[in-house]
């Protein structure tokens, strides 16, 4: 799924709204200067941040690029997987293979 970049923006958007209900509680309900100061404040910064946002081009994402496999220094051999097994059954194989 490739990134939208419009998603941030629902974000901003909402975060404004939310900001704009507190300044209109506050007003309705307890008249504080400072409070509807630092509210318009907000509302301010959080306007031209969403204007900033939505005015600027979107970003092209930068191509990843190919990542070859990693060279083992030394092929497994044949023995050293019957080894193995070998002594995994040995010491587990009452466990792993209940009879």
């Known amino acids: 799924m490739d990134y939208n970049w419009r998603t941030p923006g629902f974000t901003r958007l ?20 400072t409070l509807t100061l630092i509210l318009l404040v907000a509302i301010a910064f959080q306007g031209i941040q969403l204007l900033r ?11 990843k690029p190919v990542e070859k496999p990693a060279q083992q220094e030394a ?6 997987v019957a080894q193995f097994f070998r002594i995994l059954f040995s010491t587990w194989g009452s466990v792993l293979l209940p009879l």
């Open 53 to 63: 946002m939505v005015e600027s081009p979107p970003e092209k994402p930068s191509p």
């Open 75 to 80: 092929p497994i051999k044949f023995d050293d």
């Open 14 to 33: 909402a975060i404004l709204a939310a900001t704009v209900f507190v300044l209109g509680y506050s007003m309705g309900n307890k008249f504080s200067f």
